[in-house]
């Protein structure tokens, strides 16, 4: 049963992988693999490596550990919920032409670089999935084929995780060092920029080589006119003002009230819901109906919601067997040098959630080992962090990606691992550089 469950796991993963030459929904694959990961640890839990360890009764141990990590795959998922109702706000209220109106280029190069370097910086203040939501939702505005959008999506994600990956508010993973006491604020800005930004860097030089023409920008759709009569051009710029401020006011909310970032979404989609009711309250009822957030709920891609469900509650039955931890083990005993295990620690990020396997990191080794801003942490830090880039499901950033842009994922396989991962090694690279 112990092989089981990563069976059933690589099994799920390979549905998922293949989800258009199958012509099966990922959210159902991702679905049905957490819920059967989920019945053979059940059945099967006393051949698990976690069960040496436990005292009390599987049963016991096993709900307490499900409601665990659906308590925090909930606060992941009313996140991206909030966020993307947001996002779709604005949108609607076509709030996004503030910006797209202002990127005059179609140069296919100049258009990556600008998008993924405003990408970078912006993830560093916000954290990375926010980032890739917003300008993922400016792509959608902005490029006309879909192509185009799933290539510039893709450099968002690399962006967007390099950017997080060298700030403490900018990933969940960095949070969780920084929190726990394993990295300082500007050390680890210090120590990691440098490795982060060549991490973009990289594949944006490659991508200079190989990746020329014109890209066609999207002109206004008949949807699009019909919006910009109902909407004068203040109602518009407010949209989009307040709409960024509740995205970017989530981590400031965080800092002063140290509640996760759901709650600060959830307050202020609220807000906007109360503002939206008012700016409409004199406009016919079916323009109120079709411009609420109640209708943006119904705009939203659920499935997303549902797939990003699904595979963190595979992970997490992977990580309540103890098979993580076991992996984790097995890297420290048999490679032992702390730059290659957390090189396969960023690799195996692509795969798995890189929370799971940060925790399972920082449960190892304590501060008396590796004290505050040791290279570990901080290689950690990194490698977790832009790791999840390689491939579309390895972060937040690039679920967020994937529901938006309905990137697929043997296209981005295809033709963006290689420069996420050209990109990762190079910045790991810089950073043993750097720490000799």
């Known amino acids: 049963m112990s092989i089981l469950i990563v069976i059933v796991f690589v099994i799920g993963y390979t549905l998922i992988a293949l989800e258009h030459p199958l012509k099966l929904d990922k959210a159902a694959s991702a679905m049905l693999t957490g819920v059967f990961c989920w019945l053979v640890l059940a059945y099967g839990f006393s051949s698990m490596p976690a069960s040496a360890g436990v005292t009390e009764s599987s049963t016991v141990y096993l709900e307490h550990q499900l409601f665990e990590h659906l308590g925090e795959i909930a606060g992941i998922l009313f996140f991206l919920l909030g966020a993307m109702t947001i996002v779709e706000l604005v949108d609607a209220h076509d709030g996004f032409r503030v910006i797209t109106d202002r990127i005059t280029t179609t140069d296919r190069i100049r258009l990556i670089w600008i998008i993924s370097w405003v990408t970078f910086f912006l993830s560093a203040g916000l954290d990375n999935m926010t980032t890739a939501i917003i300008m993922c939702a400016l792509l959608r505005r902005l490029v006309k084929k879909k192509e185009n959008a799933w290539l510039l999506g893709g450099f968002v994600i690399i962006a967007a995780n390099a950017g997080g990956a060298w700030s403490p508010i900018g990933d969940v993973t960095t949070i969780m060092l920084w929190i726990g006491g394993q ?15 060549i991490s973009l860097l990289v594949p944006l030089l490659m991508a200079s080589f190989y990746l020329r023409g014109k890209m066609e920008t999207r002109e206004m759709s008949e949807e699009d006119l019909k919006t910009s009569r109902i909407f004068s051009p203040w109602e518009k710029q407010l ?42 309250r004199y406009r016919e009822e079916e323009i ?7 209708a943006m709920l119904h705009r939203i891609d659920t499935p997303s919601i549902l797939f990003f469900l699904g595979i963190l509650l595979a992970v997490g039955a992977l990580d309540a067997s103890g098979h993580l931890k076991l992996a984790a083990d097995f890297l420290n005993q048999s490679v032992g040098n702390i730059y290659l295990i957390n090189t396969f620690i960023g690799l195996l990020s692509s795969i798995v959630d890189n929370v799971p396997l940060v925790a399972a990191a920082m449960g190892m080794y304590d501060l008396s080992t590796y004290p505050i801003d ?7 830090a990194y490698c977790a962090g832009t790791g999840g880039s390689i491939l579309i499901i390895g972060s937040a950033a690039g679920v ?10 043997l296209w981005y396989m295809r033709h963006i691992s290689i420069y996420a991962l050209v990109g990762y090694l190079c910045g790991i690279g810089a950073y043993y550089l750097m720490s000799h």
Request: proline share 6%.
């Open 183 to 197: 990295v300082s604020t500007f050390t680890i800005m210090k120590s990691l920029f440098i490795p982060s930004a």
């Open 239 to 280: 949209m989009f003002v307040l709409g960024g401020l509740a995205l970017l006011s989530v981590p400031v909310f965080k800092y002063y009230t140290h509640f996760p970032p759901y709650m600060g979404i959830l307050l202020t989609l609220g807000l906007l819901w109360y503002i939206t009711e008012y700016l409409h």
């Open 288 to 294: 109120q109906k079709e411009y609420s957030v109640a």
């Open 374 to 380: 040791h290279p570990f942490w901080e290689s950690l």
């Open 400 to 409: 967020a990606s994937m529901g938006i842009l309905k990137i697929d994922f």
